[in-house]
């Protein structure tokens, strides 16, 4: 049975999502399927801002975009926190390392600047243009649990049920993210596999995906880009 994340007196971060509490280091995969459920989860960043936390938006344009439209609609001016130092907003890289570095020196100069707590609402921009290949992401999301622990920070991935393919659902979130959040339930996630462990076996995924496109290119599909799923949207790995 996956066991509820409680409210603990010792988790140090409010959430801001239904009273739960996480600790600093915390990563998190956050599942949303209706438009009063992505608002739901900018919660999480109203939170900190309450608290002079440092806010980072990060993802593709058009979810960075409307996190901060949402902001605005919460009453925030949100020019106003970018320009105090307090909201920063990391759009894509085509390259994974130069990725998580970017993230690193966001959290960076927040904490040279004093900040005692980061708060990441990520919207990763899979298959768009200026983003790493699928299997890049995934080396990436694993990559972000360790790094997480190496600053005073809480990190939310949200991951659109209705529109991503279910290997993206099962390598890129249940198995890289330790706490997940569904219909607004903080649980300790069972998926969830080591950092070395995932990373060790991204050989083998690379290896499937290309078996997989060797099978395409006999039906006059020839472009793999490291790619792990369809065009019709079905577990490919």
């Given at each position: 049975m996956t066991r509820r994340r409680t409210r603990s007196s010792e988790a140090s971060v409010e959430l801001g999502l239904r009273g739960e509490r996480v600790h600093l280091g915390d990563h998190i995969a956050y599942f949303w399927e209706r438009d009063s459920e992505f608002d739901e989860a900018v919660e999480f960043l109203l939170?900190?801002?309450?608290?002079?936390?440092?806010?980072?938006?990060?993802?593709?344009?058009?979810?960075?975009?409307?996190?901060?439209?949402v902001l605005r609609r919460k009453k925030v001016?949100?020019?106003?926190?970018?320009?105090?130092?307090?909201?920063?907003?990391?759009?894509?890289?085509?390259?994974?390392?130069?990725?998580?570095?970017?993230?690193?020196?966001t959290f960076q100069r927040a904490v040279d600047a004093g900040c005692k707590c980061i708060r990441l609402l990520g919207n990763i921009g899979w298959a768009r243009p200026g983003w790493p290949a699928d299997l890049d992401?995934?080396?990436?999301?694993?990559?972000?649990?360790?790094a997480a622990k190496q600053f005073p920070c809480v990190v939310v991935c949200m991951y659109d049920v209705a529109s991503l393919s279910g290997s993206v659902m099962v390598h890129g979130a249940y198995e890289t993210h330790?706490?997940?959040?569904?219909?607004?339930?903080?649980?300790?996630?069972?998926?969830?596999?080591?950092?070395?462990?995932?990373?060790a076996s991204m050989d083998e995924m690379e290896t499937r995906a290309k078996e997989r496109h060797i099978r395409l290119s006999h039906r006059g599909d020839t472009a793999f880009r490291g790619t792990i799923?369809?065009?019709?949207?079905?577990?490919?790995l």
């Open positions: 939170a900190g801002l309450k608290k002079r936390d440092h806010l980072v938006v990060f993802g593709h344009d058009d979810a960075n975009s409307r996190v901060l439209d001016d949100v020019e106003k926190v970018r320009k105090a130092g307090r909201l920063s907003v990391v759009s894509g890289n085509p390259d994974g390392r130069e990725l998580l570095a970017n993230i690193g020196g992401i995934l080396s990436f999301e694993a990559k972000v649990t360790s330790p706490l997940t959040i569904s219909r607004n339930v903080l649980r300790e996630n069972p998926y969830f596999v080591k950092v070395e462990e995932y990373l799923r369809t065009t019709d949207d079905t577990l490919t």
